[in-house]
């Protein structure tokens, strides 16, 4: 039976990426980010799964505004790193798990969650930065296979925090009735709080972020509990991509250790968050 | 916050997912929703087009008529055109699409930023640094 070995939540800020790719780690604004990663590299290093499912949001990349998903998932061979504006960024193109889509695929759809389907898609960095999060020296190929999921979370309505929960859970179910005897890594992607654009741009909200990083691992259905007013209120317009955490955190066990979390601002606009979680059992 | 702390239940979870039968108001905040995509899809396809080379350019040599080619409407252009970028939002621009125009100009987040809270990109990028803006 398959089953999720780990959860990594993580902001995925395209600024955390370029700061790695132009060797700006050392750097004091962003030291503190970096050195806040190095727990958890260094557990993820030693638990490496056989396939990860990273839950993100597209920024006018792969997808425009003609067709919006709320909720979709890939089931291409590979995933090409998309040209955001200024050539792609140098990390290996990412590898996927079709037969894995396909099964997901069925079972959220018997559960009721109609995903769309991306049979070819480029993945920008709401995809690629959590995967540098991870391992920041891929060489010439990310750990292991990867299975896209996507959620809309730039145009309003948004899925709902419950839904998003929810989906989690049935993720979950999905996972553990997949025939092959594989392990998991599920990653869930973006916040923390921030706001790019209004005269509110450059809101950040650390109690509100400090509450989420630890509602996430002891009661996610209170944060599935929040409305989308509720989100943009206290997390900003853009922080309400927090949503794709309880995706994530829905797939895994009631009880999950944390291995690290750590919080930082600014990464650019942006409060930055990382938490990981073991979901094997204690 | 206090409103969002109290606002959780401690046990199970409440949907209050149905806000008002209005648009959502949130100060100094806009909402990316269905109107205003219907009323930005012109101008973030043209903004989108911008992912390639060969687009850029074209845009670069006459900017009026790349505006013209993707239908904006003439206030549109004109926000395009003096580099507006508060206009561009309040026209239907989503913040993501009109970055791709500022990364053209060399501009970034935080220099928008400045724009939309009339700051300077230092003055922003400052306020960030000192733990990010609240509200009011
Ligand atoms: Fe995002």
Known sequence: MADVLWGLATSHVPSIGAAMDRGKTEDPNWKDLFDGYAPARAWLAEHRPDVAIVVYNDHANGLDLDIVPTFGIGTADSYPVADEGYGPRQVP???????????????????????????????DHGLTVPLSVWTPDPGDAWPCPVVPILVNVIQYPQPTAARCYALGQALGRAIRSYREDVTVGILGTGGMSHQLAGSRAGFINPEFDA?????????????????????????????????????????????????????FLPASNTAAGIALFDNRPA | MTAVLTAIPTEGTSMSTHETGGRLNVPGTPIFDGQTSRRGLRLNKMLMSFRSADNRERFSADEAAYCAEFGLAPEQTQAVLDRDWTAMIDLGGSIFYVYKLAMMDGRSMQYLGGVFTGMTEEEFQAELRAGGRRDG
């Open chain 1, 211 to 263: 509450m989420w990083l630890e509602k996430i691992q002891t009661d996610p259905a209170a944060l599935a509990g929040l409305s989308r007013e509720e989100l943009i209120r206290e997390a900003g317009s853009e922080g309400i991509e927090l949503i794709m955490w309880l995706i994530m955190r829905g797939a895994m066990h009631e009880q999950v250790t944390k291995v690290h979390s750590h919080y």
């Open chain 1, 93 to 123: 193109d990412v590898i996927g798990d079709p037969e894995l889509s396909l099964h997901l695929l069925e079972s959220l759809v018997d559960e009721g969650f109609d995903l769309t389907v991306f049979q070819e898609l480029e993945v």
